[in-house]
């Protein structure tokens, strides 16, 4: 754990708003030199607390029209590994998140699918086939306000 300054917490935030930004702008903002500014990233990056940048696509510009959120309760019988269906279901390209709760279910997947008959194939044919499937819930996106951003 390192101790978090003002200056690091503004890079932090200054970039989950927009990691695209040059450690250049980000040292002219915060008064300090490129070679600082690079210096307190690359310190945050190797602490783990910046633990990537990526870059987000819009899907539906992409053809991906819909997104549904499944909720997954694994089968009892058969007992089949946590491992051999998270191994299995994240291979499914248009399973874009796998999370493992706690709770009603024990997966949560965020689906991205051209269309609503696109996600009906989509679960017939590759998510209800996983090793362990059981129970599913499905709620379809309808809009998404707010996105990803500084904690």
């Known amino acids: 754990?390192?101790?978090l300054d003002d200056i690091d917490r503004g890079l932090i935030k200054a970039l989950a708003e927009d990691a695209r930004q040059s450690a250049s702008a980000l040292g002219k903002h915060f008064g300090l030199s490129q070679p600082a500014t690079w210096r307190r990233i690359k310190?945050?990056?190797?602490?783990g607390i910046?633990?990537?940048r990526r870059l987000r696509?819009?899907?539906?510009?992409?053809?991906?029209g819909v997104t549904v959120f499944l909720g997954i309760k694994l089968a009892t019988k058969g007992r089949v590994s946590l491992e051999?269906?998270?191994?299995a279901v994240s291979a499914i390209p248009e399973v874009q998140t796998v999370e493992h709760v706690l709770g009603l279910y024990d997966y949560r997947l965020r689906v991205v699918a051209r269309d609503l008959p696109d996600?009906?194939?989509v679960l017939r044919r590759r998510i209800m086939t996983l090793p362990?499937?059981?129970e599913v819930e499905a709620n379809v996106l309808l809009s998404e306000e707010r996105l990803t951003g500084p904690l």
């Open 1 to 3: 754990m390192i101790d």
């Open 43 to 47: 310190r945050l990056e190797d602490a």
């Open 50 to 52: 910046i633990a990537e």
């Open 57 to 64: 696509l819009n899907a539906e510009k992409l053809g991906f």
């Open 84 to 87: 051999d269906f998270e191994r």
């Open 119 to 121: 996600f009906e194939r």
């Open 132 to 134: 362990g499937a059981g």
